[in-house]
């Protein structure tokens, strides 16, 4: 009755004076235009024709971009556009945004990337309301030809619909080497399972060489991912032989088994980490030893204990290893696990490039307890990195008690001669107690700047009990003819530092070819400092970046 009532109607102004003229004169026939249109005016049961006549295709150069806005709640006769304009759009960009409908044709084979939005749907919408319209549009779009011949990479952001996957994958054939999943924000793939997204992605994409997944929200994860239930991705691993970057959760990678026989070209491995809090999920975080030896793996980025990792490296030996990222998990301070993990890599790693160690799990206790106000750690620690000679960038998070003497910070230097970036990050321990403690044991990075000659970027974040008269950094600039970028930075803004003096200090050692940033770190400050120091020491920050702007 709804088909009758339509045909007899709807679409007489579409066909004659409306529509077809602003049809572009591509493959897709006029047909599927109106078999498109009238499956979605039949689920809105709504004579808005002119809102359904702005169905084309957003494309630019090297882009098309596929914008999906459903209603967040049915209406009645299951209407998919209401009166606000939210309705299934696809529209021609100009170069400032705007959406227009045009009659030039669509430059189907010159398009490299295709990227489907999904926004998010209310709870009380059914799927396969959205399924029926969202199968006739991609029928409208998908000839028997190829509709995107030169096509090589795909961005997709599914909804909470496992068929989604079988919709995005009619786009999909040979040619595509790029694939990149993610998820809409606060939205999780509830019945969208990783098993069914490999099947049918693999066998379309036999040759994908990039796959990057994001992870999603905290009780859709634990709901999907749950640990009696493992996604086992080396299943589908004899379908990806060209593979050569991952990016997937944690409990995607940790489920990987003998990487070179399942992934014998794969270069990149990163572990996406979690923002989630951890006590809602249970995932093996520390007890993981994946088979890496042998492989072609050149970056490497994981979420580990240090001991943990001092496993994996000494065990595979991974001798292309370039960049490691890792998260260490550090439950107190302590330098030997820090000091058996760069013997590791100094043993393990002599092609090592980039280094980044960041120390999670410390953070809650560390700027509140005076008993780790003591709490050294000896520079020696990084001894064992002379053996990665070509070392060029070290970012390392280390607690603000770190013992720097002037022999250690030279030493330093001298075991990293090609260290061209470093960013160093003192975590603020000991809490109110020792709030005015000055570390002036922190000047002597002069000495291991002078000692880096190719040293190009410094950042340091630091402690906000520091004055920034205890970090002299005038010979940096002098000592080092390539030195491009100084940054300072806090854990939290601080009222040590006058706006007046900072600005005056910094205009006299930068050079016109050298930036300096003082980027304020107020999200730490509020363990250990009054709310109203908070508020004067982001003034005074603020206040420094004013004046610090005329002397740039």
């Known amino acids: 009755m709804i088909r009758a009532r339509m045909m007899a109607s709807r679409f007489r102004p579409l066909s004659s004076s409306l529509f077809l003229p602003l049809l572009p004169a591509t493959r897709m026939g006029v047909g599927h235009i109106l078999e498109l249109v009238r499956m979605i005016l039949a689920l809105a049961d709504k004579q808005d024709v002119a809102a359904c006549a702005r169905v084309c295709s957003a494309w630019t150069e090297d882009a098309l971009d596929i914008v999906w806005r459903e209603l967040p709640s049915p209406l009645p006769l299951m209407r998919l556009v209401d009166e606000s304009g939210l309705y299934p759009t696809m529209s021609w960009q100009t170069g400032q945004g705007q959406a227009i409908i045009s ?21 009380d919408c059914t799927p396969w309301k959205t399924q029926i319209a969202s199968f006739a549009l991609f029928k409208a779009l998908s000839p ?47 019945y969208f399972t990783y098993p069914d997204f490999f099947r049918e992605f693999s066998e379309r994409c036999p040759h994908l060489e990039y796959l990057t997944i994001h992870g999603c929200s905290t009780l859709t994860l634990y709901r999907v991912w749950r640990p009696e239930d493992p996604i086992n991705l080396a299943r589908y691993a004899g379908m990806f032989p060209g593979l050569v970057h991952l990016s997937a959760p944690e409990a995607v990678v940790r ?32 007890h993981w030893e994946p088979h ?46 820090l000091r058996q993990f760069l013997q590791a890599l100094g043993g393990s790693c ?59 910070a030279a030493g330093l230097a001298t075991i990293l001669p090609n260290l061209q970036i470093c ?33 190009q970027e410094l950042s340091l974040v630091l402690d906000p009990r520091i004055s920034i008269d205890d970090v002299d950094m005038t010979t940096i600039v002098a000592f080092n003819p390539e030195f491009r970028k100084l940054s300072i930075g806090q854990f939290a803004p601080s009222v040590n530092w006058d706006p007046e003096s900072v600005a005056q200090y910094l205009s006299n050692l930068v050079p016109k070819y050298c930036s300096v940033k003082i980027p304020p770190r ?29 002397f740039l």
């Open 103 to 123: 009659s030039k044709p669509i430059p189907w084979a010159r398009i490299r990337k295709f990227t489907m939005r999904v926004k998010r749907m209310g709870f």
């Open 144 to 190: 028997d030809a190829p509709l995107l011949p030169n096509l090589e990479e795909v961005v997709v952001f599914p909804s909470s619909e496992m068929r989604w996957v079988q919709l995005v994958a009619m786009f999909l054939h040979p040619g595509v080497r790029r694939l990149e999943i993610r998820h809409p924000e606060g939205d999780g793939p509830s």
């Open 255 to 286: 489920h990987l088994e003998n990487i070179p026989t399942t992934f014998p070209n794969l270069k990149r491995l990163i572990e996406v980490t979690s923002l989630y809090p951890k006590p809602y999920v249970q995932l093996p975080r520390h």
């Open 292 to 337: 890496i030896a042998n492989t072609r793996i050149e970056t490497l980025a994981l979420s580990l204990t240090l001991a943990c990792a001092s496993t994996i490296i000494t065990t595979n030996h991974p001798s292309h290893l370039r960049t490691l990222l890792l998260e260490a998990h550090m439950p107190r301070i302590d330098q030997q696990p």
């Open 350 to 408: 002599p092609a090592l490039e980039d280094l980044t160690v960041r120390w999670t799990g410390i953070l809650s206790h560390l700027m509140h307890d005076p008993q780790l106000a003591n709490t050294e750690i000896d520079a020696t620690v990084f001894d064992p990195l002379a053996h990665c000679t070509l070392l060029s960038s070290l970012d390392i998070t280390i607690p603000s008690s770190l013992t720097f003497n002037e022999n250690g």
């Open 423 to 455: 960013r160093l990050t003192f975590i603020p321990i000991g809490g109110p107690a020792v709030e005015q403690r000055t570390l002036p044991e922190l000047g002597t990075l002069v000495p291991f700047a002078q000692h880096c000659r190719r040293l």
């Open 522 to 550: 107020p999200h730490w400050s509020a363990r250990w400092q009054h709310e109203d120091t908070i508020a004067a020491g982001t003034e005074r920050l603020k206040q420094a970046f004013v004046l610090l702007s005329g």
